[in-house]
């Protein structure tokens, strides 16, 4: 198990797009945390900066502190970050389209002994019997949860102590959101993961985290449990769409929103 913490973090791109002010967000060994907000929060941003990747996307940390069971990584690279245990599953699921089922894998498993690899990969089939069955085909030809799926076994094929997941949801029908909450909470129970959710999806969030973090407008709107959140009229109607809403009901909202940031 592994501790993650961030203090007060800002972020900019190309030197002048302020994407975080002042974000803080701590998860607890073995803890399951979400982090919830609208397109343009700053959610992915948080990813890529826990993850070492911003420079790649003309980004970079301008003020605060990132560390991993203490360990400062605030402006390590991604390499570095991997090899403290942190794994990334970025949006957009970005699989090796030409390659097929058992070489992503494969690839993913490339810093474990042979043995080691089959018998995570024979872990990897049985958990998704469906990867299995398409083992030889081009994972760009994969569905969505099938694709979504090997991302999944390929980041367990690098042994993570924190699993940082973006947008698992995105684009899947719910009975495959599902599927994918329970098996991220079987990982996260089993392996003793630390894991972040990164998630529009609130609902599906709600099911298999014990806090949340919402951010807005790059900082954080909201912080508590998961019950909490739940019982929050502000947090349920702005982000889940509970209650009513035009004329006096939008301007509440509205108020509401202003207060938190």
Same mark, same amino acid.
Request: glycine letters at 14%.
């Given at each position: 198990m592994a501790s993650l913490n961030v203090e007060n973090l800002k972020v900019v791109y190309r030197g002048v797009i302020l994407a975080?002010?002042?974000?803080?967000?701590?998860?607890?060994?073995?803890?399951?945390?979400?982090?919830?907000?609208?397109?343009?929060?700053?959610?992915?941003?948080?990813?890529?900066? $826990?993850?070492?990747?911003?420079?790649?996307?003309?980004? /970079?940390?301008?003020?605060?502190? $990132?560390?991993?069971?203490?360990?400062? $990584?605030?402006?390590?690279?991604?390499?570095?970050?991997?090899?403290?245990?942190?794994?990334?599953i970025l949006e957009g699921r970005p699989v090796f389209r030409y390659l097929t089922v058992l070489e992503n894998l494969t690839a993913a498993a490339h810093k474990l002994s042979p043995a080691r690899a089959r018998a995570i990969t024979e872990e990897v089939f049985a958990r998704f019997p469906r990867l299995y069955e398409r083992r030889r085909e081009q994972a760009g030809y994969l569905s969505g949860g099938e694709q979504q799926m090997l991302l999944l076994g390929m980041a367990l094929l690098t042994e993570p102590r924190v699993l940082v997941v973006d947008e698992p949801s995105l684009g899947l029908a719910p009975i495959l959101v599902e599927e994918v909450m329970r098996v991220l909470g079987e990982l996260r129970r089993e392996k003793g993961l630390t894991l972040i959710l990164v998630e529009q999806n609130a609902r599906a969030a709600f099911s298999l985290v014990e806090r949340v973090y919402v951010l807005e407008q790059g900082r954080v709107a909201f912080e508590g449990s998961t019950q909490v959140a739940q019982s929050d009229a502000d947090v349920m109607e702005f982000y889940l769409g509970a209650g009513?809403?035009?004329?006096?009901?939008?301007?509440? /909202?509205? /108020? /509401?929103?202003?207060?938190?940031?």
């Open positions: 975080l002010n002042g974000v803080s967000l701590r998860a607890e060994p073995g803890e399951a945390v979400g982090l919830l907000g609208p397109n343009g929060a700053g959610k992915s941003t948080l990813v890529r900066a $826990i993850a070492g990747l911003l420079h790649q996307y003309e980004g /970079r940390v301008l003020d605060g502190k $990132i560390t991993l069971n203490g360990q400062d $990584i605030t402006h390590a690279s991604a390499l570095k970050v991997a090899a403290l245990g942190l794994t990334p009513a809403s035009g004329g006096f009901a939008e301007a509440k /909202r509205y /108020r /509401r929103r202003k207060r938190w940031v």
